[in-house]
């Protein structure tokens, strides 16, 4: 089913809404994971949940854009620098949607770390060991792409909630899985 120029597809709204969830549930658990001391294997436990549901955002995130690109999008709503503003934040998004998971990953491979997912398998570590550059990796994941999400997640319910309560627009209702639009 194709988004329509009053609402987003049922696909595009499940995967917004699951990505979301999946990334506070991912945020959470490397938060639990600190109340335990290492060698803790509840320590270990919430570190596999942060890996699966890093995986999966990176997963779900890139099935979302190929979803976008092939069933469009509905109307932007917004005059002036608005418009341009929310395809940049959107767009911000996205890339924060796909590098976290991907420098998440590639920090433990360049640690020479194996990532395990979801109980089920490891993925093994398939290049050269280079600690320099998995501290580096940490660094982006961690500190420069954690916060410039936490900016953007502000920017986008920001925008969303200035659409609903000050212009009175649909661009919240149409996102909404039980809202409908007018």
């Known amino acids: 089913m194709a988004s329509t120029p009053n ?5 595009l709204k499940t995967l917004h809404w699951l990505i979301a969830f999946f990334i506070l549930f991912a945020w959470a658990s490397v938060e639990l994971h600190e109340f335990y ?15 699966s549901l890093g995986f999966s955002v990176l997963f779900l995130g890139l099935f979302r854009l190929y979803w976008r690109a092939t069933h ?13 503003v929310s395809l940049l934040v959107q767009s911000l998004m996205y890339i924060i949607m796909i590098g976290m998971p991907l420098s998440g990953l590639m920090m433990r491979q360049f640690a020479g770390r194996d990532t395990p997912l979801f109980w089920l398998f490891d993925l093994p570590s398939f290049v050269e060991k280079n600690i320099d550059l998995a501290k580096q990796l940490a660094f982006i994941h961690k500190e420069f792409l954690w916060n410039a999400l936490l900016v953007l ?4 319910i920001g925008g969303a909630l200035w659409h609903h309560f000050v212009t009175k627009d649909n661009t919240l209702r149409q996102m ?7």
């Open 7 to 11: 609402s987003w597809s049922k696909a």
């Open 37 to 51: 001391e290492k060698g803790d294997p509840m320590r270990g436990w919430w570190m596999v949940v942060h890996f």
């Open 72 to 84: 469009g999008r509905p109307t932007l709503y917004g005059s002036g620098l608005q418009k341009p």
């Open 153 to 156: 997640l502000v920017l986008h």
């Open 176 to 182: 909404l899985p039980f809202g409908k639009t007018r």
